[in-house]
């Protein structure tokens, strides 16, 4: 599949210079156009010698605040307070060289990878695993496939109970590209029992302790190859953290009740519900171990910090209830309960919810209210009337400590609610005029509106 990329070049980078670097891309087999709402969607080359407000506003607006990757490229030096700002601003990455030919390659390998990036997060191993469409969720899964495809990091993952944490360390694994590569092995370490702990990490010989019939192997010889998810990894005692390190660091170990030194090689990936940093600060977790766990940390957000993804979740364990044939769909009372409801256990809770609404559910129809059983059912309150929520609040808060007047405001609002709508009908003119509650065209004007602002600025 051939890479698609829009190019803008602005005031003080020659013209010239675009046009070179652009034949260039060409040559590479990568598709150079002018940045229109096709091209949206796909990453872009902006360059600039100039760091202004005016480029920042484009990098947040055309990058949809981080969204969209976008190379802002300089062929010159810029200062590294201008790097942060731009970054800050909405840029993937800030490229800055006198010689455009050593910058040209730069710029072919970051839009390579991040295609490879962006065809694994779209793939049906990634998407059956991870189900949502916030963007708090796209960024940890480009983060995560990055560092689990390109490198043998070790991974920490965090996070409330009920976020993905396991199924994100499996999704880890299936993506790691070791030839030959060996089984995932998991250890529960809310399991361990102290007096057997040797025995569940290192193995023992036949005859070790009372009770040890035959020689066993451990975590670390059965994950030898392949990868070690060491879930709750908070829970372990400083005798046990001890223990892992000197594994991790010499990558050996001795049965209990053995001589002979094994050797094993293992992917590391921990996880937790608990702040690992602030048990490390009390002196309850080693922070030697800490840093050799830590190459890689991913943070899951708990379902309240994602509530876009509540209903694309709650439709994926509806197909997944009924894999023969298409599963009912939710009634608007129904949706507006669940995008309401509190998830004290995230994901989890959210697909038991599901699960008790469609032992209730009779028929072919959609699944209504009455299917809500009773003890899930909220308390009628006149809050439930309203439908914005602190955030809404806490936006304009933000924008009127800014000094942003009430035209700005309101204009951003509008330009968010037309913007969410079409990203969710796919464009659909005719639907987003239905959902916003206008007509066709003011749809069609606000869209030839947007493409004008667009084309307006200066293109390549």
Known sequence: MAIRVWVRWLSGFQEQTVHEMTDCLIRQGIEVQDQDDYL????????????????????????????????????????????WQLLEAGAADVLANAEWSPLIYEIISRLQRWEAVDRMVHSPEVQHVLVGESQALKAILRQVVEVAHFTDASVLILGESGTGKELLANLIHTLDPRPDKGDLVILDCTTIVPELSGSEFFGHERGAFTGAASARDGVFALANGGTLFLDEIGELSLALQTQLLRVIQEHTFKRVGGNAWQHTSFRLVC???RDLWAQVQRGE???????????YVCQLPPLRARPEDILPLANHFLKTSYPDQAPPELD?????YLLRREYPGNVRDLKQVI???????????????????????????EGWQEWRDTGFERAIRVALNRGVGLKAISRNTEETAFRIVLEQVNGNTQQAAQLLGVTDRTVQNWKKDRSSVNKTEQLV
Not at 285 to 295: C, G, N, V, W
Not at 332 to 336: D, F, N, T
Not at 355 to 372: D, E, N, P, S
Request: charged share 20%; hydrophobic share 40%.
């Open 285 to 295: 977790f080693r922070a030697d171990l800490y840093y050799r766990i830590a190459s």
């Open 271 to 273: 996880a937790t519900n």
């Open 332 to 336: 608007a009372p129904v949706q507006e």
């Open 355 to 381: 699960a008790r609404m469609l032992c209730r559910h009779a028929g072919k129809g959609a699944i209504t209210v009455g299917c809500i059983p009773p003890d899930d059912r909220p308390l009628w309150a």
């Open 40 to 83: 949206s969607n796909h990453p872009g080359v902006i360059f600039s010698n100039q760091v202004t407000p005016a480029l920042c506003e484009q990098l947040r607006e055309l990058s949809r605040n981080g969204q969209i990757r976008i190379l802002v490229c300089c062929d010159g030096a810029i200062p590294s307070n201008a790097v």
